[in-house]
């Protein structure tokens, strides 16, 4: 059993940046995959980014390349997005989700919503134009 905890979301500028945290307790966070996600009001789901349990492979969403990164540190048992030049249009509540590396036989796995199984309880990102 893992929790997730997300922090650092807030209001921004446009323009501005923000880096959030996803901090995970229980199980064996090393071998787990992690996602971030989002969703707007009135909108589905999306995927943001998702990093791998070993060698790091990160993957991004279209909309956020060159903008978003992510990264982990294992020793920390936490996830982090940096998020650069925000848009209005990433406005959202942002999730971070864990699965284990067993789940995932491609790089499409990292994609899908349905490839986590652990989900946290999200966290507020508002970019003002």
């Known amino acids: 059993q893992v929790q997730l905890v997300e922090s650092g979301g807030g209001l921004v500028q446009a323009g501005g940046s923000l880096r959030s ?17 989002r969703q707007a009001p009135g909108k589905e789901r999306e995927f943001v980014a998702a990093i791998s349990w070993s ?18 540190d ?9 998020m650069n030049s925000l848009k209005p249009e990433d406005t959202a ?3 971070c989700a864990a699965g284990p590396y067993t789940r995932y036989s491609s ?5 899908k919503g349905s490839s986590y199984t652990y989900w946290g ?6 970019v003002s134009s």
């Open 21 to 37: 945290s996803c901090a995970a307790s229980g199980g064996t966070f090393s071998t787990y995959n992690i996602g971030w996600f």
């Open 55 to 72: 060698r790091g492979s990160t993957y991004y969403t279209d909309s956020v390349k060159g903008r978003f990164t992510i990264s982990r």
């Open 74 to 82: 294992n020793a920390k048992k936490t996830v982090y997005l940096q």
């Open 93 to 95: 509540v942002y999730y």
């Open 107 to 111: 790089g499409s796995d990292y994609y």
């Open 121 to 126: 309880q999200g966290t507020q990102v508002t």
